[in-house]
Each structure stands twice: as structure tokens, then as C-alpha cells.
Nanobody
Framework: QVQLVESGGGLVQPGGSLRLSCAAS????????MGWYRQAPGKERELVTA???????NYADSVKGRFTISADKAKNTVTLQMNSLKPEDTAVYYC??????????????WGQGTLVTVSS
């Protein structure tokens, strides 16, 4: 069994920063990619950013230049550094991973979500 555990959400003022972390644990053989999605009230879940095992990254246009994703492959963790936060960044942020277990089964796994609120 594999699980993702997120941490780091909270309340921040506009222009502030937050760092989210996600740790994958369990019977993991290889992680192909990890990323962050978010879902604001009344909106669909959207991809924020992702990073592959080779280090390639992609970002939603709305967060380019403000958010940075990084990964520690040895620890199976991914971090999202969010700077210059805006009220429209308010959402529940979900960690996501595409991975192979030790039994070579492929799974897409989701974290439980962490709330980020940007408000004065």
C-alpha cells in the first residue's frame, strides 16, 4: 500500500509565501512523477505543477514565476514553494504521484489535501 502525506498549508496574507511538502511511503519501486493539483470552491481540480523522475517540470500559467516545485528522490518527497501568493491561489492543494509498486503495478495516488487560504 502506498500513501501520500501532505503538510504545510495554512493562512497567509496576499504577497506572502508558503511551502507545501508531500511524502510518499509504502511499497514503492519507482515514482514516475509527482505533482500538485488544487481545487478552489466551486471549481474543478486543476494541475498546478508537476515534476518527473528526470527532473522535468511544468507549471500552470497562473503560477509561473511564483511557484517552484522540487523533489528529493531519495526521500520520495516533493516540495512546492509558493511565493507572491494571491487570493485566487486559495484552494485545497492535493499531492499526486504516478508510481510503480514493488510488485510492478502502476498506480496514481492522491494525498488527502491541504488547505491554503490567501486573505488579508
Amino acid at each position: 500500500q502506498v500513501q501520500l502525506v501532505e503538510s504545510g498549508g495554512g493562512l497567509v496574507q496576499p504577497g506572502g509565501s508558503l511551502r507545501l511538502s508531500c511524502a510518499a511511503s509504502g511499497s514503492i519501486f519507482k515514482i514516475n512523477a509527482m505533482g500538485w493539483y488544487r481545487q478552489a470552491p466551486g471549481k474543478e481540480r486543476e494541475l498546478v505543477t508537476a515534476i518527473t523522475s528526470g527532473g522535468s517540470t511544468n507549471y500552470a500559467d497562473s503560477v509561473k514565476g511564483r511557484f517552484t516545485i522540487s523533489a528529493d528522490k531519495a526521500k520520495n518527497t516533493v516540495t512546492l514553494q509558493m511565493n507572491s501568493l494571491k487570493p485566487e491561489d486559495t484552494a485545497v492543494y492535493y499531492c499526486n504521484a504516478g508510481l510503480y509498486t514493488r510488485f510492478y503495478n502502476y498506480f496514481e495516488v492522491w494525498g488527502q489535501g491541504t488547505l491554503v487560504t490567501v486573505s488579508s
